[in-house]
């Protein structure tokens, strides 16, 4: 009889199902299962009994983790350089330094270039599935990420779509 311990380990050991996101179900709640079961290589742990949301919400946490990982070419965009790995964000020869979700949010409108994404969407992928606050963090994130690129010299990057959201301009003028 193998037991899931065995199956996870296989998994890991194996270069190539080790990349595969591991979430353990189990009854089991003692707090050293839930330690083996992370040191062996889950990437979460959930006891029974939990409701399906949860469940949901942690699957698309994993999900969004993972992709994280894979190395990414930094992003160019006008004179905009977004290195995702090391965490930089340069315009021409400037850093501009940003807060972590502000990092995120910035990246994740030069991934939709051009598309135009509610402030739900933008809500639900940076801050998390069961974010809760108001939808004017985002309005607030963006203004600052503004303030910050035109204290570098970087202008009308960042476009508002009255009643829809924001875009990141096909072709900005700086």
Not at 62 to 75: A, H
Request: with cysteine; charged share 30%; net charge neutral.
């Amino acid at each position: 009889k193998i037991d899931g311990m065995t199956i996870l380990r296989e998994l890991k050991a194996n270069a190539e199902y080790k990349s595969i996101p591991v979430i353990i179900l189990t009854a089991k709640s003692m707090e050293l299962d839930k330690v083996k079961g992370l040191e062996s290589g889950a990437d979460d742990f959930i006891t029974k009994p939990f409701g399906v949301l949860e469940l949901l919400a942690r699957v698309k946490a994993v999900l969004r983790r993972s992709e994280k990982k894979v190395e990414e070419e930094p992003i160019h965009y006008n004179n905009l350089v977004l290195d995702y790995n090391k965490r930089t964000l340069h315009y021409m020869d400037k850093q501009v330094t940003l807060t972590y979700k502000e990092f995120e949010l910035l990246h994740y409108l030069m991934l939709n270039k051009g598309i135009v994404l509610s402030r739900d969407k933008i809500l639900q992928e940076i801050w998390g599935y069961d974010y809760e606050g108001e939808t004017r963090t985002v309005d607030m994130h963006i203004k600052t990420i503004r303030q910050k690129l035109e204290t570098a010299g970087c202008t009308n990057y960042i476009a508002t779509v009255r009643s829809a959201g924001y875009k990141l301009e096909e072709q900005a003028d700086s």
